[in-house]
């Protein structure tokens, strides 16, 4: 990656919620211009507390970045408003979806656009293209949101960040809940987006395999910490990961009697 | 036949003072998911604030008698719930982003006694009168069609006509504006409105400045009708069980809710009240919310709690 092109850049933060608990330890990565970024890891290994830092929605939940910086194009960002931020076209897509249950899917879609300025016709215009790449959507335009499938929802919720016209979006665990099928659905359209709308995303998932299926880039986040980093392809080789995350071995499936957890310990905790 | 009629008519002019609190409450329950005690409060330091600014401004500016006094002093008030909301939004709301529903409300219950203490060392705590020059005068109507006719008080009949469209420029706002959904969106869901850019901070304000004018609009028909007085605040108690009936979620709701229990008070107080020596007026609604929360805890029109199993 070239220094040039980088569109976010986090560096070494450290997250305190409460004031007390301390579930960052200084991470740090970033994410180029038009990329799909991973970052990976399993539960309470801090990947929504890292999107939530870069995306400023921490405060409701009782957290505070207390060191390091976050940039987008080299701007200090830690300050803005979720508002602002989404202005600046960075939004989130939270995890399990949080559509807005009472409205019908095209008000949840039409909500997305509340921060742009630029006219009805604009707006339309979006919601058209949205529904060009969640054609379900389109069928499901008037059933109120809390009523349609998992799958639906998320792609609600998508459709609804993308209706800001963002240029990156930060997108947390987009497989939850759902079933492989609408999960490889989702992933298509995720990289779709990325290829033919040059949209940035940077992605927290535990579905592995799935995501270093679509990101270029990954990132592996152990107890706050990032552990390890590389191409998508480098890390789907990587003997490690696949032990740990993938549930393979060189010598093929590996019973979980075998499995060493000690190894895993010597080898990325100091 | 004639008094039937007469009392069903008193009973829904009262029913539409009943909704107008309600709306209150639907509001800033709709839009924020808080359950607002201090709408109560907020009615009283309204209809105060104007009782003493329709005195205190035709003073001021040699306005007396005329209707423009009576006008700027509306305005003034308005301008106050404005402040009064904003005061709001900035000192206690804007600390409580995502807390759980009984921290507002108990929050809420705070800003009803500060409101009630503040409002009688600005404005006094002594019994006003406002007079926003509605017309006081009975009419009888179907004088034909009835022996004696109908006694309808003009007042009443105004009132309500206000609280209609009121109630009819509300619904507008929450259907068909970005504004309007976009309270909704922030009812359904915090954070997620968050996440996708709309101002937390902005939307409570426009949300308490609405609930405020409302409160105005219902301070001043209350305060014209019984005069401004500390017990006005207890009003909101009597809307209780209003927006349980109708659905804490609907605006058309808190109205049908406010006829009904006005309806329901005057009838059975009259008809069924001699039977067991009377007082039925007092406990009627909220037996009568007692029984939708058993059968239909959404209430009439509110919208359904839903749940994905």
């Keep these: ?117 630029d006219g009805k016709a604009a707006i339309n215009e979006t919601l058209e293209k ?77 579905n592995t395999n799935m995501a270093l299926r679509y990101a270029d880039f990954g990132y592996i986040l152990e107890n706050g910490r990032v552990v390890m980093e590389g191409a998508a392809k480098e890390l789907a080789a990587n003997e490690d990961v696949k032990e740990f995350y993938l549930g393979l071995s060189s010598a093929g499936r590996k019973s979980f009697k075998d499995v060493k957890h000690y190894r895993r310990r010597k080898r990325w905790l100091s | 036949m004639g008094f039937f009629l007469e009392t069903l008519i008193g009973g829904l002019m009262a029913g539409m003072l009943y909704s107008l609190v309600a709306l209150g409450f639907v509001l800033i329950f709709k839009a924020s998911g808080v359950f607002n005690f201090a709408q109560g409060a907020m009615v009283l ?114 009132a309500a006509l206000i609280a209609a469209v009121l109630v009819g420029l509300l619904t507008l706002f929450f259907q068909k504006t970005t504004t309007g959904r976009a309270l909704r969106a922030v009812a359904d869901d915090h954070q997620a409105a968050q996440s996708i850019g709309i101002p937390l901070n902005r939307i409570w304000v426009i949300v308490w400045c609405v609930a405020g004018l409302v409160a105005l609009v219902a301070g001043v028909i209350w305060g014209s009708k019984l005069g401004v007085q500390f017990s006005l605040s207890t009003v909101a108690l009597r809307a209780l069980p209003v927006v349980i009936l109708g659905g804490l979620t609907s605006v058309p709701g808190a109205i049908i809710g406010g006829l009904i229990i006005g309806v329901g008070e005057k009838l059975s107080e009259v008809y069924i009240g001699p039977m067991v020596g009377g007082g039925i007026e007092i406990w009627f609604a909220y037996v009568l919310a007692l029984v939708f929360l058993l059968f239909r805890p959404q209430g009439l029109f509110g919208e359904k709690i839903i749940d994905r199993v």
């Design chain 1, 1 to 117: 990656m070239s220094t040039a092109n980088i569109l976010l850049r986090v560096n070494s933060i450290e997250v305190i919620y409460n004031h007390v608990i301390l579930v960052l330890k200084g991470v740090s990565f970033s994410v180029p211009e038009g990329g799909v970024v991973a970052l990976l890891g399993g539960n309470g290994a801090g990947k929504t507390t890292t999107l939530r830092a870069v995306s400023n929605l921490l405060h409701g939940e009782r957290g505070e970045v207390t060191k390091g910086s976050i940039e987008l194009r080299d701007e200090r960002i830690e300050a803005l408003t979720p508002a602002d931020l989404v202005k600046r076209g960075v939004i989130q897509v939270m995890e399990g979806r949080h559509c807005f249950g009472h409205l019908s899917i095209e008000e949840n879609l039409l909500t997305g656009a509340y921060t742009r300025r």
């Design chain 2, 45 to 158: 330091f309204a209809a105060l604030a104007m009782a003493r600014f329709a005195e205190w401004i035709p003073g001021w500016f040699g306005l007396e008698g005329s209707y423009l006094g009576t006008a700027a002093a509306f305005v003034v008030a308005g301008a106050l719930m404005f402040v009064v909301a904003w005061l709001i939004e900035r000192l206690v709301l804007r600390h409580l982003v995502n807390q759980e529903g009984a921290t507002l409300l108990m929050a809420t219950l705070g800003i009803a006694y500060v409101l009630e203490g503040v409002g009688s060392s600005l404005f006094g705590s002594s019994i006003y009168t406002i007079d926003v020059g509605m017309p006081k005068d009975p009419v009888f109507l179907f004088e034909g069609t009835f022996a004696g006719g109908l006694l309808i008080n003009k007042e009443d009949f105004i």
């Design chain 1, 130 to 206: 949205v529904y060009s790449y969640f054609p379900r959507l389109k069928t499901r335009r008037s059933s109120q949101a809390a009523y349609t499938s998992g799958g639906e929802q998320q792609m609600c919720a998508v459709g609804r960040a993308l209706m800001a016209k963002p240029s990156m979006v930060l997108l947390d665990e987009p497989s939850m809940g759902l079933a492989p099928q609408i999960v490889d659905e989702v992933f298509g359209i995720v990289k779709d987006l990325n290829q033919k709308e040059g949209v940035t995303f940077l992605l927290a998932e535990q």
